[in-house]
């Protein structure tokens, strides 16, 4: 199956919803599209959709996976302003595939040692004698040599969102005691797939939140560092569309709150400081065939 996405939140979100079902293995590659490029873009698609029976129907998959063959999808982006075409292409074995609906019960989660409501999860049922035996199996099936890297292995897939880059991590749910007086829903599976911010944009964000604020306790003329603060907010309100992002950014204002407080002994809301809300990122409606 081929998605050509109009924006990297799309293409995030479609990335996300492959590996959920097992989609394990990737390949990423970028193709200039400038005025000197000399890459027919629509010949390259072509190609790829031979190769790995991209234009093959629901039903068609699903016997694929049936009967222990790989299948494959493609997410295609225009990526905007940098002349250039961002190509995933992701594939899913039946054994991946049985592993995404089936999740081991041996896997022994990790002691949960902080008050995060998900944390990553260390033990993986590949090992790397299993993820080299898929890959090859992937090799010979479709024909071909193109260097496939396994989801569960850093450094993990990548994209860049707005100059920043995230990963996609799988991460176990917090477990949570049975009470009388709140109704937790229990999850269907014990773990799901989710973006994060890498720690060196996570670090940066926090020093350029501590800068803003400095500045607005410090100066008299309040207008300047306020606006920063609204654009430094505002990116996260664009951006941080998924369950790890939202987390990240949480402790990040949480922190700014603090902060401000500790500088200034006045606190947020007393300030009339913005505030920030987030929200989950919509069901993305498949854009075109084309």
């Known amino acids: 199956m081929i998605d050509y996405s109009p924006h990297t939140k799309y293409t995030a979100q479609k990335i996300q919803d492959r590996v959920t079902r097992g989609a394990y293995f990737y390949s990423s590659f970028s193709v ?49 302003y940098e002349n250039r075409w961002q190509f995933i292409l992701l594939i899913t074995t039946p054994n991946s595939h049985k592993h995404s609906k089936q ?20 033990n993986m049922a590949f090992d790397k004698e299993r993820v080299n035996s898929e890959i090859n199996f992937i090799h010979e099936y479709f024909d071909d040599e193109e260097p496939l890297k396994f989801v569960m292995n850093k450094p993990y897939l990548e994209l860049d969102f707005a100059g ?24 269907r599976k014990s773990f799901s797939w989710t973006w994060r911010w890498k720690k060196e944009v996570v670090e940066q964000k926090k020093r350029d939140l501590i800068n803003i604020i400095n500045r607005y306790v410090s100066q008299v003329d309040k207008t300047r560092p306020h606006q920063d603060l609204l654009n430094w907010q505002s990116y996260f309100q664009t951006y941080a569309v998924f369950r790890g992002m939202r987390q990240q950014v949480g402790r990040l204002y949480t922190l700014g709150k603090y902060f401000f407080y500790s500088r200034s002994r006045k ?24």
């Not at 999740?103 to 409501?117: A, F, V």
């Not at 880059?165 to 176990?172: D, I, K, N, P, Q």
């Not at 007393?270 to 084309?290: G, H, I």
């Open 32 to 80: 200039d599209n400038g005025i000197s490029s000399t890459t027919n873009i629509e010949k390259l698609i072509n190609k790829l959709t031979i190769r790995y029976g991209l234009n093959l129907t629901s039903r068609q998959r699903s016997y694929r996976l049936k009967t222990g063959k790989p299948i494959a999808d493609l997410i295609i982006q225009d990526v905007i």
């Open 103 to 122: 999740p081991s019960p041996s896997n022994n989660q990790p002691q949960q040692i902080c008050k995060d409501k998900i944390i990553e999860i260390e």
């Open 164 to 187: 920043c880059s995230a990963e996609l991590v799988r991460m176990t749910h917090k477990k949570y005691k049975p009470s009388s007086e709140k109704f937790y829903r229990a999850p």
């Open 267 to 290: 606190r947020w809301d007393d300030e009339n400081l913005s505030k920030m809300s987030l929200f989950f990122a919509p069901r993305y409606e498949r854009q075109s065939k084309t």
